[in-house]
């Protein structure tokens, strides 16, 4: 195969890449809107004011949401706890703003929510 024949299927690849992930954007959109703030609808933070000095964080996994975490912060909120559950930067969102965050983005942002808790 020449180095043409070589770019030009890495070229061909890369479009084809494009194109799925162009449509795989789409698709999850009409199933999961975005609301004006660019989060999906119901994936925002989850926070339960206390009625004690103690308070907890809870962060949800990757590629997920805090809505995972809901029944678990309901009921630390029953119990008395402060609880927060922010949505890490990336998640919720677009699959681009997805691709695009990283671990040092949401220990930031674990590390600003526990500050702020304190």
């Given at each position: 195969?020449?180095?043409?024949?070589?770019?030009?299927?890495?070229?061909?690849?890369?479009?084809?890449?494009?194109?799925?992930?162009?449509r795989m954007e789409r698709t999850t959109l009409r199933?999961?809107?975005?609301?004006?703030?660019?989060?999906?609808?119901?994936?925002?933070?989850?926070?339960?004011p206390g009625s004690s000095r103690s308070a907890v964080?809870?962060?949800?996994?990757?590629?997920?949401?805090?809505?995972?975490?809901?029944?678990?912060?309901?009921?630390?909120?029953?119990?008395?706890?402060?609880?927060?559950?922010?949505?890490?930067?990336?998640?919720?969102?677009?699959?681009?703003?997805?691709?695009?965050?990283?671990?040092?983005?949401?220990?930031?942002?674990?590390?600003?929510?526990?500050?702020?808790?304190?």
């Amino acid at each position: 195969m020449t180095v043409f024949g070589i770019l030009g299927l890495g070229a061909f690849v890369w479009l084809v890449r494009q194109l799925i992930g162009r449509r795989m954007e789409r698709t999850t959109l009409r199933r999961l809107p975005l609301g004006p703030d660019g989060v999906i609808v119901g994936a925002g933070e989850i926070i339960r004011p206390g009625s004690s000095r103690s308070a907890v964080l809870i962060l949800h996994g990757f590629g997920d949401t805090p809505q995972t975490l809901g029944y678990l912060a309901d009921h630390l909120g029953a119990l008395g706890f402060t609880v927060r559950a922010p949505l890490l930067p990336g998640h919720g969102r677009t699959l681009a703003e997805f691709g695009a965050s990283g671990v040092a983005a949401w220990v930031a942002a674990a590390e600003r929510e526990l500050a702020e808790l304190r």
